[in-house]
């Protein structure tokens, strides 16, 4: 069964820091590129931070570079997402998404269906 499963969301005042996990199983995790996606309430969903676990190439938004840092550790088929300074408009639900042979460049800036979806972990930033 393939899952990719969120955690680490929670509520946190502007300036702080959470880190997201997205851990991933029943799929060859090298094969897949893993987005990290967001979408608040009223708004388009938004393509935040995306990496290739193959070759640990990356991308993000232009609204989170500089703040937030995405890694894989391939040994635990789990990507981070380490958000620092953090705003209240970084508030969301954020998911994580997964497609095969694609770059992140490619899988961030794709905001229609993905080969694989987490169910989500709320974030909330309050001022």
């Known amino acids: 069964e393939v899952q990719l499963v969120e955690s680490g969301g929670g509520l946190v005042q502007a300036g702080g820091s959470l880190r997201l996990s997205c851990a991933a199983s029943?799929?060859?995790?090298?094969?897949?590129?893993i987005g990290w996606f967001r979408q608040a309430p009223g708004k388009e969903r938004e393509g935040v931070s995306c990496?290739?676990?193959?070759?640990?190439?990356?991308y993000y938004g232009d609204s989170v570079t500089g703040r937030f840092t995405i890694s894989s550790d391939n040994a635990k088929n789990t990507v981070y997402l380490q958000m620092n300074s953090l705003k209240p408009e970084d508030t969301a639900v954020y998911y994580c998404?997964?497609?095969?042979?694609?770059?992140?460049?490619?899988?961030?800036?794709?905001?229609?269906?993905?080969?694989?979806w987490g169910q989500g972990t709320q974030v909330t930033v309050s001022s």
């Open positions: 029943g799929f060859t995790f090298d094969d897949y590129a």
């Open positions: 998404a997964a497609d095969l042979f694609t770059g992140p460049r490619q899988i961030c800036r794709h905001l229609g269906t993905h080969d694989y």
């Open positions: 990496i290739n676990s193959s070759d640990g190439s990356t």
